[in-house]
T-cell receptor
Framework: QKEVEQDPGPLSVPEGAIVSLNCTYSNSAFQYFMWYRQYSRKGPELLMYTYSSGNKEDGRFTAQVDKSSKYISLFIRDSQPSDSATYLCALMNTGFQKLVFGTGTRLLVSP | EPEVTQTPSHQVTQMGQEVILRCVPISNHLYFYWYRQILGQKVEFLVSFYNNEISEKSEIFDDQFSVERPDGSNFTLKIRSTKLEDSAMYFC???????????FGPGTRLTVL
């Protein structure tokens, strides 16, 4: 079983739709959960950071962590064409410094 | 807004040559990292660096790789004898705490011929 799994997509939605992006993981020791956005041939851009379980909201973005199910989600409300990018989940254990990334989900928002 | 910068944006080299990739982390950050992303694959951790020493490294980061903070602003990754399979995007990142929020640079695309 892969440490972090993420559907590669592409996920195509019309402008204004609510987008749900997800990752599952196998290592219960992960305590820190991040979502990054990556445009083509650019560096990952940190969107959301969550510690342990629960929800976090920032503007149109909401991150959810369900540690009991080893499942994390990123919701994007009122999606815009500029949201078209690859979204990467990244997880980290307490006491370690390396981020373990998913493969990324490519999102396409059409006008 | 402060950001991580990297130079060069694209480096082409011959197999067996040494390359040095350069990064300027965010100025008040204390932790520094290198990651790489082979085309079409996931971002992979290489090494973390704190207080002038390596704090964690992956199995990818073998004796051909080294990191250095030669002055108060730069952070470098050296590959001593490049291989074809070293071709990838290399990302530098930095954080002001123990890795909880890592901010990435734009990357250096390394092409080994």
């Amino acid at each position: 079983q892969k440490e972090v799994e993420q559907d590669p997509g592409p996920l195509s939605v019309p402008e204004g739709a609510i987008v749900s992006l997800n990752c599952t993981y196998s290592n219960s020791a992960f305590q820190y959960f991040m979502w990054y956005r990556q445009y083509s041939r650019k560096g990952p851009e940190l969107l959301m950071y969550t510690y342990s379980s629960g929800n976090k909201e920032d503007g149109r973005f909401t991150a959810q962590v369900d540690k009991s199910s080893k499942y994390i989600s990123l919701f994007i409300r009122d999606s815009q064409p500029s949201d078209s990018a690859t979204y990467l989940c990244a997880l980290m254990n307490t006491g370690f410094q390396k981020l373990v990334f998913g493969t990324g989900t490519r999102l396409l928002v059409s006008p | 807004e402060p950001e991580v910068t990297q130079t060069p944006s694209h480096q082409v080299t011959q197999m067996g040559q040494e390359v040095i990739l350069r990064c300027v982390p965010i100025s008040n950050h204390l932790y520094f990292y290198w990651y790489r992303q082979i085309l079409g694959q996931k971002v992979e951790f290489l090494v973390s660096f704190y207080n002038n020493e390596i704090s964690e490294k992956s199995e990818i980061f073998d004796d051909q790789f080294s990191v250095e903070r030669p002055d108060g602003s730069n952070f470098t990754l050296k590959i001593r004898s490049t291989k074809l399979e070293d071709s990838a995007m290399y990302f530098c990142a930095s954080s002001d705490q123990g890795g909880n929020e890592q901010f990435f640079g734009p990357g250096t695309r390394l092409t080994v011929l």
